[in-house]
């Protein structure tokens, strides 16, 4: 679009609707095929989507012989063709899935051969490789092979031999996703031959990209995996690093791993260098194509890059051919060739997120650019042009970035400016260092050293502005009522196709900035304390708020989870952030936090066997001014939380020779009278400490130690505690059987009401004037779903059982304790029992250290 000039209102072509129709049809069909492995009854799953539309297709085909319906009969019989075509062809996918994976399950030990298809990852217990087995009569059957610790995992490109026992995957979630991705089997390899390259032209790209990934490596640190990573698409030094995360916050993930964006400028280049030479227009066209392929067999076939081939490829042959190319036309051929080809490819987070930006982006990237030309200066042109398809490639993946990373990055539109051209001539320089080292070393060592200066600068930038306040929001899922809103706007905006004036797009953008600082606000916090013990699958993450103050104990195994988890409660600022002990399950997420929340403290025990290196890594990240500092908790400290009391129970000061769980903090908080204890994984060993101690005192709600194992809650803290409400942190379908049978039952026999978040969600604790109440995010589920404890009633004890299926409020009793058989009422003068004396002010500051 020329400066100055108005975009005209693109055409949506039938193809592109049939391919939104196709894509529709093949997310259903999964969802039949796995209902049919898993063994459920799949024939109104299929009769749901097959009958609406051979019934719309008839009923269009009748209205047909009218002349006035002809153009909606088109459209019904367009659409209802594509989900059909769409499910049908994933039905077939899951039927071959299936059939190979029955066929692995009678494989037994053997010795099998194939070709390493992904780049090898190392994980805690040794690296692990994807397979695709050769040979019948397993041919094409996809295992990912766990390699013995110590073992080097071959290459990308490489064949192997390797002796292993294929693992069917079981009936569940994880099994799903992976079965999403093609995997058939895991399988624990006790023995590896590597083989050498495989042949044929895409042998020699394998073999190329390895030779070039040891050029790159004259870059070191951050910036030489991140060139890896956007050259080569290796991104094995970049996973789980500070600058990965640092992106992700800032809304650039497109730019750390090779996609659609990457290629379009490697082809770009391409295109300029033949244009310079004056070589023939089809001789250009034809080299950008094959470079084009080239680079994305080179990158490892990521699903979104393909996309991109096909549209350049497409694109190209139209061009050749003197029929006008169509960018929205060769978007649906590419999506529609790749769902066909994967039906399953709809799953791939990163494939849809490269359809929805380039979808976005063609048909309403050139009115958001008017827009934000006609509100800022003139002077600012090719900034306005950054801002103004940063923000419709935003908005456009806005559904499918808060689902799956659980947050909104308000920096996007600044980081892209000051960072997306730094990387795009770093991806140029770096490529072309890297093919030209292998004919003229010094200069393609200069080229490499620039492009790593290059990223050297956008990690640095990447750094300071994903520190910043508020850089991203944590945000979940939109849900199917705002996504169907969303929808209808992008529609009507659509059919509208507003002309910009300098007054209505200043007005728009002062609009946009004021709904940003809104949302990095947030709303207000609870005007009483609540305690929520969040759902974030296999870990602890516990959010305890009083008035305008927060404290989260743990932060999950997930980043990203731990984002939404945040994001279902409105959290923006955290007092303090504790970490009860140092396992992955409990401060695996603490990433997440960076740029998304402001936080004072960080707590860990004060123990001799510390840990966290992680954490201490991360936590200059989180300020951007490095002033959040790592604080020792022992028994004895105590901290104000709004008008609540935060106690510290365990561990002792200096503690050594613990198991790592029986190091974990245990915290009461306090709020009138109700009493809450978070114990994180303390076991027995602990709670017999506490009882020595005099600590381990009854309390109303008990969050159970290590997840409900039967070496997590003992008789004797059961006992003590006697808690009437218990609460288990634990993930759906785990592999360690949590929570155990016989902690169970030992509750039900002190009638204590369980609740659990793999069953209930997210489980608040309220503290209100009569009691406290206890209410879960998923009320309908089969442990109940509220229960207000308030006095008279006489205290459920011995042996009855809490009614695990109720739904309406139920009244217990919340018994007045005398003084000196517990810790003082915060709501008196003078320090609990055991605490040290309180600061001279602020809240949140520790007592006693």
């Given at each position: 679009m020329s400066e100055g000039a108005f975009p005209t209102r693109p055409t949506i072509p039938p193809t592109l609707w049939w391919a939104a129709a196709l894509w529709a049809g093949a997310a259903a069909g999964e969802s039949v095929a796995w209902r049919a492995w898993i063994g459920q009854n799949t024939v109104w799953a299929a009769a749901a989507v097959v009958m609406p539309c051979l019934a719309a297709a008839v009923y269009a085909m009748a209205l047909h012989r009218h002349a006035r319906q002809a153009a909606v009969t088109a459209v019904v019989v367009l659409l209802a063709s594509g989900v059909l075509t769409g499910f049908g062809v994933s039905i077939l996918q899951g039927a071959q899935w299936r059939s190979v994976a029955r066929l692995l399950e009678d494989a037994g030990a053997r010795e099998w051969e194939g070709v390493v298809v992904a780049d090898p990852r190392e994980g805690r217990f040794g690296p692990s490789m994807r397979v695709r087995v050769q040979g019948a009569p397993y041919q094409g059957a996809l295992?990912?092979?766990?390699?013995?610790?110590?073992?080097?995992?071959?290459?990308?490109?490489?064949?192997?031999?390797?002796?292993?026992?294929?693992?069917?995957?079981?009936?569940?979630?994880?099994?799903?996703?992976?079965?999403?991705?093609?995997?058939?089997?895991?399988?624990?390899?006790?023995?590896?031959?590597?083989?050498?390259?495989?042949?044929?032209?895409?042998?020699?790209?394998?073999?190329?990209?390895?030779?070039?990934?040891?050029?790159?490596?004259?870059?070191?640190?951050?910036?030489?995996?991140?060139?890896?990573g956007i050259v080569l698409g290796d991104r094995r030094l970049l996973d789980g690093t500070a600058v990965d995360e640092d992106f992700r916050v800032l809304g650039l993930s497109h730019v750390v791993a090779v996609s659609g964006s990457h290629l379009a400028v490697v082809c770009a280049l391409v295109l300029v260098l033949g244009h310079a030479t004056g070589a023939p227009r089809k001789l250009v066209v034809a080299v950008v194509v094959a470079v084009a392929c080239a680079y994305t067999v080179l990158s490892g076939l990521a699903l979104s890059a393909i996309r991109s081939c096909v549209m350049l490829t497409a694109g190209a042959l139209a061009g050749s051919a003197g029929v006008r190319q169509d960018g929205v036309s060769a978007l649906a051929l590419g999506v529609s060739a790749m769902v066909l080809w994967q039906p399953w490819s709809v799953f791939d987070v990163g494939f849809a997120l490269s359809v929805a930006a380039v979808g976005g982006l063609l048909v309403f990237g050139d009115l958001g650019v008017a827009w934000v030309r006609e509100a800022l200066p003139h002077a600012l042109g090719k900034p306005a042009t950054l801002v103004g398809t940063s923000l419709v490639a935003q908005v456009s993946t806005l559904p499918i970035v808060t689902s799956t990373f659980g947050m909104l990055s308000l920096a996007a539109p600044v980081a892209n400016v000051a960072i997306v051209p730094a990387g795009e001539a770093a991806l140029c320089v770096g490529l072309a260092g890297a093919a030209i080292g292998g004919v003229w070393p010094q200069l393609g060592t200069v080229a490499i050293r620039l492009a790593g200066a290059l990223l050297g600068y956008a990690c640095e930038a990447a750094s300071l502005l994903a520190r910043m306040p508020a850089a991203a929001v944590s945000m979940g899922g939109l849900g199917a009522v705002w996504t169907a809103i969303g929808f209808a706007g992008v529609v009507t905006l659509w059919a509208w196709w507003p002309r910009p004036s300098r007054t209505y797009a200043r007005a728009a953008l002062g609009a946009v900035l004021l709904v940003t600082v809104l949302v990095a606000v947030g709303p207000r916090g609870p005007a009483t304390c609540r305690v929520v013990v969040m759902d974030v699958g296999q870990g602890d993450a516990i959010l305890v708020q009083d008035g305008e103050h927060s404290m989260l104990v743990d932060t999950g195994a997930d980043a990203g989870v731990l984002r939404q988890a945040l994001a279902r409660n409105g959290v923006r600022r955290l007092d303090s952030v504790i970490l009860t002990h140092d396992h992955d399950d409990h401060t695996g997420g603490f990433d997440g936090l960076v740029g998304v929340v402001r936080v004072g403290w960080v707590g860990r025990p004060d123990v001799a066997e510390a840990g966290f290196d992680r954490v201490r890594e991360t936590i200059p990240r989180i300020s951007p001014r490095g002033k959040v500092r790592m604080r020792e908790l022992a028994a004895g400290q105590s901290w104000p939380l709004g008008d609540s009391v935060v106690r510290v129970l365990w561990p002792p000061s200096g503690a050594s020779g613990l198991w790592t769980n029986d190091t974990s903090v245990v915290l009461e908080v306090q709020s009138g009278s109700v009493e809450v204890v978070l114990t994180g994984d303390a076991e027995q060993s602990a709670q017999t400490g506490m009882a020595e101690a005099g600590t381990l005192r009854r309390v109303e709600v008990l969050k159970v130690p290590h997840h409900g194992s039967t070496n997590g809650l003992g008789q004797e803290g059961c006992r003590e505690w006697s808690p009437r409400v218990a609460i288990i942190s634990v993930g759906a379908g785990n592999d360690f059987g949590h929570p155990a049978s016989s902690t169970l039952d030992m509750l039900r026999r002190q009638g204590v009401r369980i609740y659990r978040t793999d069953v209930n969600g997210d489980v608040v604790v309220e503290v209100t004037h009569r009691g406290f109440r206890v209410r879960s995010t998923k009320p309908r589920s089969a442990v109940g779903c509220a229960t207000m404890v308030t006095p008279p009633t006489p205290r459920i004890t011995g042996s009855r059982v809490s009614a695990l299926t109720a739904c309406e409020e139920t009244d217990a009793s919340l018994e007045r304790r005398q003084p000196e058989a517990r810790l003082s009422d915060p709501w008196q003068r003078g320090a609990a029992v055991g605490a040290r004396a309180p600061p001279a002010e602020g809240h949140g500051r520790l007592r006693g250290r």
């Open positions: 295992l990912t092979v766990y390699l013995p610790g110590g073992s080097a995992a071959p290459e990308l490109g490489r064949r192997v031999r390797f002796s292993a026992i294929p693992e069917p995957r079981e009936p569940d979630e994880r099994s799903r996703r992976a079965a999403r991705t093609g995997e058939h089997a895991t399988a624990n390899a006790w023995r590896c031959t590597d083989l050498g390259w495989r042949g044929g032209v895409a042998g020699g790209l394998y073999r190329w990209r390895a030779e070039a990934a040891r050029r790159l490596e004259v870059v070191p640190g951050e910036p030489g995996a991140l060139l890896r």
